[in-house]
């Protein structure tokens, strides 16, 4: 599925915050993509290439598939703080498995993921490599946990290790 833009999400923009005192955040760099957008096809990639599943597809493929990935990117912004400069990643997550017994909890795991990481310096390509770094990192984290999760669900269940 598609991750959402939380409200206070700049959709077009990287918005950068100064230290107390400053009257408001800072634009520095113009998106060409909606960040929402940005992170979706970054998690969908990386999960192709994870070997997870059988297939990895996005919400717009035709194909049936049993365990859906959606949820909303919170925070996407920089921090300017005593001369230096980082990037906030927040993503709320919920992974759900439409086949499960009617007994069982369809959403596998919900789960919030925030990474700070520093920026070279407070140039915008810079805060945007810290950007595409804790997408990264998250990325990472993400396709752990559903590992864990679905091998949690199959150690129980004596499931076939190929997820469809």
């Not at 520093?118 to 390509?125: F, T």
Request: hydrophobic content about 40%; overall charge negative.
């Amino acid at each position: 599925y598609n991750f959402l833009l939380a409200p206070d999400v700049d959709s077009d923009s990287v918005l950068v915050s100064r230290p107390k005192g400053a009257e408001k955040s800072v634009r520095l760099h113009r998106w060409q993509d909606n960040p929402a957008d940005l992170v979706t096809d970054i998690l969908l990639r990386d999960l192709q290439a994870s070997g997870l599943f059988q297939k990895t597809v996005d919400q717009l493929s035709d194909v049936r598939y049993r365990y859906a990935l959606e949820g909303t990117l919170r925070d996407f912004h920089g921090v300017i703080k005593n001369g230096h400069a980082s990037a906030v990643v927040k993503l709320e997550v919920v992974f759900t498995d439409f086949a499960a017994p009617l007994s069982a909890e369809k959403d596998l795991m919900k789960k919030t993921y925030k990474v700070e990481l520093p920026s070279k310096d407070a140039s915008a390509e810079s805060i945007l490599a810290a950007f595409d770094e804790g997408v990264r990192e998250i990325s990472a984290c993400l396709r752990a946990d559903i590992h864990t999760v679905l091998e949690t669900r199959d150690d129980t269940a004596g499931a076939d290790k190929r997820r469809p």
